[in-house]
Nanobody, 124 residues
Framework: VQLQASGGGLVQAGDSLRLSCAAS????????MAWFRQAPGKEREFVAG????????LHADSVKGRFTMSRDIAKNMAYLQMNSPKPEDTAVYYC??????????????????WGQGTQVTVSS
């Protein structure tokens, strides 16, 4: 499985941004996909995750109500819609995939496949 994240950039607080994650190598059916982020000097943290087959996202409390994860099965792509971002959302955002489809893992070690990351900078 290869993952390619894109869509990052500089955005003002309160604007919107959509990140994309293209998965290649195989269909993601049977996998769990997630978004993580890592700010300078901080641990990589869970943002959102979704069991590919079920399609119901789980979001971290810090982004709930502002960010929404979705997927397009036909395109084999996952998305993270970021509405009303805040300066504290500034980080490198990574998409990740796991063969564990029975639950949505919330820690880095749950995921074996990672994209290269895309930088999101939110200015105040």
């Amino acid at each position: 499985v290869q993952l390619q994240a894109s869509g990052g950039g500089l955005v003002q607080a309160g604007d919107s941004l959509r990140l994309s994650c293209a998965a290649s190598g195989r269909t993601m059916v049977g996998y769990t996909m997630a978004w993580f982020r890592q700010a300078p000097g901080k641990e990589r943290e869970f943002v959102a995750g979704m069991q590919w087959r079920g399609g119901i996202p789980l979001h971290a409390d810090s982004v709930k109500g502002r960010f929404t994860m979705s997927r397009d099965i036909a395109k084999n792509m996952a998305y993270l819609q970021m509405n009303s971002p805040k300066p504290e959302d500034t980080a490198v955002y990574y998409c990740a995939a796991s063969r564990i489809s029975s639950r949505i893992g919330r820690v880095r070690g749950d995921y074996a496949y990672w994209g290269q990351g895309t930088q999101v900078t939110v200015s105040s």
